[in-house]
């Protein structure tokens, strides 16, 4: 699928994003989501990502150092596995997973995979929740690794985890990086961020004039969390920088590998009818950095 927008095919990324159940076991899960990267190499797709901690349930439901035995050092084990498999299909592969540095210094991290199976380096996500059903902080420790934005065979990707999306100023530093696809891996239940949903990724990529990616998993995972388990919704999408969906939205219960393909050259297009990037005034902003 494209946009619409007429341009040089040389400009086009066909790009992918997953929503998935848990299985109920890491290994099946990882093979699961092997399985999804040769689907995708069928489709021709060239970048993919992964939901948010794609490789377990979502255990920010509950507050238990058992599910701590899920981080993994990055690179490590998983990461070597979609590296041979990124550079046996040429694929750019965004991997959200959990992250151990040390004993005791964990981090919701996502890493990058370069066509070739390079390892381009990491994301960890910098704004860590702490509330009913989303206890986060007793996982995660916040980011530490500023806004990186990878140069990749396809283009210039940046990733922004889940509730890091309620902060516009990662958005923009991603932008200013030179960002061209943002990818957003998620954990999303249904109330306020339905709405949410629907506006913020949107309103990110027409303000930072870049594509944007946005994956949530889906399913209920009642069997590890009993009455605390909540629905996942899916509804993932991709976003132009005009605001626009690029194809529909995914469903809101079903697995699936969401294919587009996006037209880089509308980035250039849309920043020359407004000049946003030009038109910002960092001398005015000192309040936004302030304690």
């Known amino acids: 699928?494209?946009?619409?927008?007429?341009?040089?095919?040389?400009?086009?990324?066909?790009?992918?994003?997953?929503?998935?159940?848990?299985?109920?076991?890491?290994?099946?899960?990882?093979?699961?989501?092997?399985?999804?990267?040769?689907?995708?190499?069928?489709?021709?797709?060239?970048?993919?990502?992964?939901?948010?901690?794609?490789?377990?349930?979502?255990?920010?439901?509950?507050?238990?150092?058992?599910?701590?035995?899920?981080?993994?050092?990055?690179?490590?084990?998983?990461?070597?596995?979609?590296?041979?498999?990124?550079?046996?299909?040429?694929?750019?592969?965004?991997?959200?997973?959990?992250?151990?540095?040390?004993?005791?210094?964990?981090?919701?991290?996502?890493?990058?995979?370069?066509?070739?199976?390079?390892?381009?380096?990491?994301?960890?996500?910098h704004h860590i929740p702490h509330l009913p059903q989303f206890w986060e902080k007793f996982y995660f420790r916040p980011g530490n690794t500023d806004y990186p934005v990878f140069d990749t065979k396809y283009g210039k990707i940046g990733v922004y985890i889940c509730y890091d999306r309620h902060f516009p100023e990662g958005w923009r530093a991603l932008g200013l990086n030179g960002a061209e696809i943002v990818f957003n891996p998620s954990a999303t239940k249904p109330g306020l961020s339905n709405r949410l949903w629907e506006l913020e990724q949107p309103a990110a990529a027409v303000a930072n004039q870049y594509y944007v990616g946005a994956n949530n998993r889906i399913g209920n995972e009642e069997a590890e969390f009993g009455d605390e388990a909540v629905t996942f919704y899916g509804s993932s999408y991709f976003v132009d920088p005009k605001g626009n969906y690029v194809g529909e939205r995914a469903s809101t219960d079903t697995e699936e590998i969401v294919v587009r393909d996006l037209d880089l050259?509308?980035?250039?297009?849309?920043?020359?009818?407004?000049?946003?990037?030009?038109?910002?005034?960092?001398?005015?902003?000192?309040?936004?950095?302030?304690?």
Not at 266 to 280: A, G, L, M, N
């Open 1 to 125: 699928m494209s946009n619409g927008t007429t341009s040089d095919t040389r400009n086009i990324v066909r790009t992918a994003i997953t929503q998935a159940t848990w299985t109920g076991d890491e290994e099946s899960m990882i093979q699961k989501h092997e399985g999804f990267v040769r689907t995708a190499a069928a489709q021709g797709v060239q970048v993919i990502c992964f939901q948010e901690l794609f490789h377990g349930p979502y255990f920010g439901i509950v507050q238990d150092a058992k599910y701590y035995d899920y981080a993994q050092p990055v690179p490590g084990p998983i990461v070597e596995r979609f590296q041979k498999l990124a550079s046996e299909y040429n694929m750019v592969i965004v991997v959200p997973m959990y992250e151990e540095e040390q004993p005791g210094v964990l981090y919701n991290t996502a890493a990058v995979i370069d066509a070739d199976g390079t390892y381009l380096g990491k994301y960890r996500k």
């Open 265 to 291: 050259g509308v980035i250039r297009e849309v920043r020359r009818d407004w000049q946003f990037y030009r038109d910002r005034r960092p001398d005015s902003y000192a309040p936004l950095v302030a304690p």
